[in-house]
C-alpha cells in the first residue's frame, strides 16, 4: 500500500482581464500545478504570478499545454500534422520553462491539455509525440500519462520519465478512459463520492466504472477540482500529498 | 584592431504559409541568428526549422523577442506596464530556448526588435527590464545592446553579459541612435556603402553619421540584411567572423 | 429641461469559457448597448447572444470597438496609422453589425472603447477618424462623442449624426475630460454619488468637477455601470429613458 | 448553350507585411473576388484595399470566411458545434460587408474557405448552417455551392439565393467531390489542360474525373487559380465573363 500520492490541478487559466478558477485556494491543497501556457488559456503574466505562487505555496510546476484555440479553451479537436503539435508542445513548455527558471524551480513535469490530451489517451502516435517532445525538453522533466491508455505504452517506447495519473471527480468507462465530459453526470460534483474515488484509487489500486466494473489504476498522481475533502480523507488514511518529481 | 566580428540578421520570420525573408541563404554568410518567437512574427514550426537550419550551418542561435502584435510585425508601440514587457521577453525567450534545446544548442543572445528594441534605444528602464528579464533567465545568454545608446548603460547597471552592437545598412544619427526607418534614406540599400560602414566601425572603431559627424562605436556585433559584400570585404580585411558567444 | 435619457452600457465582453459582466441583469436598466466585437473583447458566439438578448429586451445595440489587443482588454494604447484605425473600426462595426442584421435590429451607434476611445477625447484628428468611419458605413448610425471634447467638433465636421455623452460614475477634470482611471478614486462607486450627478446632468445640464468647477454638460446618453439608483432616481424625476436613436 | 460564366478567385488573402498572391493580376481576369475576411487569412487594411481595388476593375466582391486558425491557413478541421460555425460565418460577413458598403458595393456572395469548405461539400448539416448564415444576414447574397455536392440540396432546403460552382484547375473524383490537395496531381498545373476542363464544363456541362467517368456539371461561376488562358478560350467560344449576381 502506498503511503504517498501527488494531487495535481490546473492553474493559471485566467487570461488578461478575465479570471478563471481559485488559484490561491487551491494552491494551498495540492502538490503539483499544471500550468496553461498562453494558448488555450494564460499568459506571461498570469504565468509569472502562477510559478510565483506555487513556489511560495511548495508547489512543484509544470507544463499544461494546448490547442492554439483561446476562444474554444483548448477543448475543440484541431487536425494538426505530429509535427505541429511536437512543435507547439516544445513551444509551450519552453515559455513555462522561462518562469520556473526565472524562479529557480525546475519544470517538473508535463501534461497535455483538453482535446489534445483526449486524443493523446487514445491515439498512441500522438501520445508518442507528446512523450517525445517533454524527452527532447528534458531527460528530468515527467510526463504525466493517464493510467489505463496507451500513454503508458508511448511513455514506456519513448523512454521518458513519466508517472501514472487518474482522476479523483470524473466517472470512468469499464476500459479504463474517461467518460466524456459531453455525457451528463461524468463530472463528479459531490467532495464525498471523489474523496471516496481517490482514497480507493490510492489505497487499492482499483477505480469502479460506470457499469460497476473494477478497473485497475495505481495513480501516483491524482488530478484533483474537489479538493478540500480529498486532502483532509489521504490525511486520515496516513497518506502523504508529495509533488511527484520527488 | 579586432580581428573579428560577429554578424547578426534577423531569421524565422515566416508564420504559416506567409513566407517572410531568404533564411537559407542568409545562414551562409551570418554567425549568429535573431530569431523571431512567435508574437511579432514566427511559428513555432518555422522556429523548429530555424533553429535546425542554423545548426546545420554553425549559426549560433538568439531570441528575437516582440510586441504580441502579428498584425504590425512588432514595429508598432503599445503601451505596457513594466511588468508585462519583462513577462512578454521571458515568455519568447523560453519558448526559443526549447528548440534550442531539443536542438543541443545553447540559446546564445536576445536582442528585442522593432517598436520594443526602438524603445529600449531612448528608454534606460525598458532597457533595464530587457537586461534583466536576460539575466533573470540565464547568467550565460548575451543582451544585445546597441553601441551609443542607454542599452549599454542599462546592460552594466543590471550586471548582464552584453555586446555592443552597431548597424551595417542604417543612416546614424550624430547622438548615435539610429535614423527613423520612416525618413526616407534611412536604410541603406547600396552594398559597397554598407560594407564600407560596416569596414570603418569594425577597423576604425567610428561611424559617419547623416551630418558628417564621427561617432565612435567598437561594436562586437553588426546588424546586416546585405550580406555577401560585407561579408567579402571583412574577409579582404583579415576580418574572422564568429558568434558573439564565443 | 429634458424629459428624456438614454443610458449607454459596455455588453458583450465574455469570450470563450471567460465570462466578464453581468449582462442579463444590466439589460434590464439600459436603453442602448455598447457591445464588443471580438478585438479587445467578445466573441462571434458572445455577440449573437448579446444581440439575441438585447432584443428580448427592447435594449437598442451599438459597436464597441477596440485595439487588436484582447491580452490588454484594449486599454493599452498603440501606435496606428490613421488608415488602419478606419479598417480596424469598419471592421469591427460589420462584424456585429451582421448580428444585429440577422435578429432584425439595426445598428443604432458607435462608441470607441477603451484607450481607443481615449485617444479620440483628445485627438481631434483620431476623433474624426472614428466619426468617418460610422459615416461611411451608414448614414444612420449614431458616432457617440463624449460631451465637451473634440469629438463633438469632429462630429460637425464630419457631419456624422452624433449624440453627446456624459459618465454617471466617473470624476471629472474641469476641462471636461474624465479622470484617468489610474487616479485613485476617479471611479464613483457610491450609489447614491452617481444617481446625483446623473440627475444634475441630465436636469441641470453641469457636473462638479474634482476642484468644484461647473463644467457645462448637456448628455444625450449617459454611460453607466451603477444602475438601479440612476434608474430610480430618473423615474422619480419623471424622465424617460429611451435609446438615443429614438 | 451558356453564353455566359463567372469566374471566382481566392483574394485579399496577404496578412500584416506578409504579401501573397498576386491580386492586382489576378484582378484583371476575374469576376467574382473571395476576400478573405480576417481569421485564416487578411487583416482589414488589406481587406480595404482588395474591395477598393476590386470595384476600380469591376469585379464583384463575397465573403470568403474560415476557421480561426491564422497559423494553419484554415486548411486544418476543427471541431466547431453549428451555432460556432454560424457565429463565426455571420461575423466574417459582416466584416466584409462593412468594406463593400463603405465603397458601394453590395456583398456578391459567400463562399466557405478551406477545410469549413470541404467538411460542407461532405456535410449537409454544416452546409445548411453555412446556407442558413447567408440567408439570414440578407436576401440577396449569394451561396456559391460545389455542384454535384450536398451543398447544391442544402441550398435549396434553406431556400439561400445559390450558384453552382465548379473548378477549372482540380481533379474530380468520380462522385462529383474534388480529389484531395493532399493526393499528388490533384491540383491542374497546365493552363492548356484546365482551361480545356473549363470550358467542357462550361458548353457541355460535365467533367471527366480521374478515372475516365464523366460527371455532369453545370456551373454558373467556376473557380480558377491559371486565368489568363482559361479567359482567352471563353473569349474564342463567346462566353461572356460576368459576375455571378448579374
Given at each position: 500500500m502506498p503511503d504517498r500520492i501527488d494531487l495535481n490541478s490546473d492553474m493559471g487559466e485566467s487570461f488578461g482581464v478575465y479570471q478563471l478558477g481559485r488559484d490561491k485556494e487551491v494552491m494551498d491543497y495540492i502538490s503539483s500545478a499544471?500550468?496553461?501556457?498562453?494558448?488555450?488559456?494564460?499568459?506571461?503574466?498570469?504565468m509569472e504570478e502562477t510559478v510565483r505562487l506555487a513556489k511560495e505555496k511548495g508547489v512543484a510546476v509544470g507544463a499544461h499545454p494546448g490547442y492554439p484555440d483561446l476562444m474554444g479553451f483548448g477543448r475543440r479537436r484541431m487536425e494538426l500534422?505530429?509535427?505541429?503539435?511536437?512543435?507547439?508542445?516544445?513551444?509551450?513548455?519552453g515559455?513555462?520553462?522561462?518562469?520556473?527558471?526565472?524562479?529557480?524551480?525546475?519544470?517538473?513535469?508535463?501534461?497535455?491539455?483538453?482535446?489534445?490530451?483526449?486524443?493523446?489517451?487514445?491515439?498512441?502516435?500522438?501520445?508518442k509525440i507528446i512523450a517525445r517532445a517533454a524527452a527532447s525538453f528534458s531527460k528530468e522533466i515527467i510526463f504525466v500519462a493517464l493510467a489505463g491508455t496507451v500513454?503508458?505504452?508511448a511513455a514506456k517506447e519513448i523512454g521518458v520519465r513519466f508517472v501514472q495519473?487518474?482522476?479523483?471527480?470524473?466517472?470512468?468507462n469499464p476500459d479504463g478512459t474517461l467518460q466524456s465530459r459531453?455525457?451528463?453526470?461524468s463530472v463528479i460534483h459531490d467532495p464525498e463520492k471523489a474523496a471516496r474515488q481517490a482514497l480507493t484509487m490510492v489505497k487499492e489500486g482499483y477505480v469502479v466504472a460506470h457499469d460497476g466494473t473494477k478497473v485497475m489504476v495505481k495513480p501516483e498522481t491524482l488530478c484533483v477540482v474537489i479538493l478540500q475533502k480529498i486532502r483532509d480523507e489521504l490525511k486520515k488514511a496516513s497518506i502523504t500529498v508529495k509533488p511527484m518529481g520527488q
Open positions: 499544471n500550468i496553461a501556457c498562453g494558448w488555450h488559456a494564460g499568459d506571461p503574466v498570469v500534422t505530429h509535427a505541429e503539435i511536437e512543435a507547439y508542445l516544445l513551444y509551450q513548455m515559455a513555462l520553462f522561462a518562469f520556473a527558471k526565472a524562479h529557480g524551480l525546475p519544470l517538473q513535469h508535463v501534461k497535455a491539455h483538453g482535446a489534445l490530451g483526449n486524443l493523446g489517451f487514445v491515439d498512441l502516435e500522438v501520445s500513454m503508458v505504452q495519473e487518474a482522476y479523483a471527480d470524473r466517472v470512468y459531453k455525457i451528463p453526470g
